[in-house]
């Protein structure tokens, strides 16, 4: 049985830095490529970012891009999203999602965590 489990969330000032951690159990994690994806209330799943995994390839939002970074640490099983310079705009329940292919389409990544909230006061 595959767990995601997310930590990090909280509550941030606009401009601030946030750092969002996924644990992943249940599979080999190495094989599979990860992503981070979000959801504002009454808003429709968002991608964020994904990492295939060996870490050589990464893709972002353009929203995000510059701002926030993907990494995973195989060794441990998880997978980060470093915010930075975060808006009030990035307020969200930040979800991870484990998949076979690096794309930024939710369908591809059967596996998902229950998300960690993120909130940016202005």
């Known amino acids: 049985q595959v767990r995601l489990v997310e930590s990090g969330g909280g509550l941030v000032q606009a401009g601030g830095s946030l750092r969002l951690s996924c644990e992943a159990s249940?599979?080999?994690?190495?094989?599979?490529?990860m992503g981070w994806f979000r959801q504002a209330p009454g808003k429709e799943r968002e991608f964020v970012a994904t990492?295939?995994?060996?870490?050589?390839?990464?893709d972002y939002a353009e929203s995000v891009k510059g701002r926030f970074t993907i990494s995973r640490d195989n060794a441990k099983n998880t997978v980060y999203l470093q915010m930075n310079d975060v808006k009030p705009d990035d307020t969200a329940d930040y979800l991870c999602?484990?998949?076979?292919?690096?794309?930024?389409?939710?369908?591809?990544?059967?596996?998902w965590g229950q998300g960690t909230q993120v909130t940016v006061s202005s």
């Open positions: 999602a484990m998949g076979g292919i690096l794309s930024p389409l939710p369908r591809f990544y059967p596996f």
């Open positions: 249940g599979r080999t994690f190495s094989d599979y490529v």
């Open positions: 990492i295939n995994p060996i870490s050589t390839t990464t």
